[in-house]
């Protein structure tokens, strides 16, 4: 039982070249989210009317088809999480950004049938796209990437957020009483700051005042550094993950930084 539980959660992770059912997994998994992508986009064409019964069963299969993934993870993970009890374990996957992903992924279908507000959660199973990241190598890299820079990442993020709040009151002071309409209140300077700062410039509210344009020209060069910022960040952590990845037994931290020791990645027992 035990040997069979660690084939399937081996099976179910991306799968090695050699293991051909295991890719074959993969496949399967990123078909049914691309069908199921594709029905979300074709439901909202007039032109999907006549075939709504047929998209009503593919996306119930391809539902039963994440269900039974979802049930397979839950099960397996005291065999990725081995330091942890099984019941703590499957807790712990569940809580996960991948469990609560996969379980809202199947959310919507059942959602969908119910009327008024319910309807309104159809809108989840976009959700199911970052489900890809399970069975694509490269994808998963990027996760890992984020996840240990979180740190500088929402430090980048914290400081971006108190240069549109300075922005948008500093442009509301100088703006406002030469175009009140444009500049209301500070929300309006906000928009402003997270336009300019973010380098988007949709162009609807812009400075007028000689003071007002030269704050704009300022604030302009301090949102290209600091969109620079969180791009250096994941830059390095890219090339640093990539770099490990390429050496024999770095598919993990060391033993101290994680809690698992089996690889979510290629299913081998770590060291």
Known sequence: MKNTKERICTIIQIGKLTDFVSRAYDLLLIAAIVVNIFIA??????????????????????????????????????????????????????VSWEGIIDLMSCVPFLAASGGGALRMFRIVRILRVFRIHHYADPLRIIGTVLKKKKGQLLSSVFIVLILMISSSLMMYNLEHDAQP?????????????????????????????????????????LGVGMVAIPTGILSAGFVEQVSKAGKPGAEADTPAERDYDFCPYCGKKLP
């Open 181 to 221: 309409d444009a500049f209301k209140n500070a929300f309006s300077g906000f928009w402003w700051a997270a336009n300019t700062l973010l380098t988007v410039g949709y162009g609807d509210i812009v400075p007028i005042t000689i003071a007002g344009k030269i704050c704009g020209i300022v604030i302009t060069f």
């Open 41 to 94: 986009i074709f439901d909202t064409f007039p032109q999907s009317i006549p075939y709504k019964s047929e998209i009503w069963w593919i996306e119930c299969i391809t539902v039963i088809v994440f269900s039974v993934d979802y049930l397979l993870r839950i099960w397996t993970a005291d065999c990725i999480y081995r330091k942890l009890s099984p019941w703590r374990a499957r807790l712990k996957f569940m």
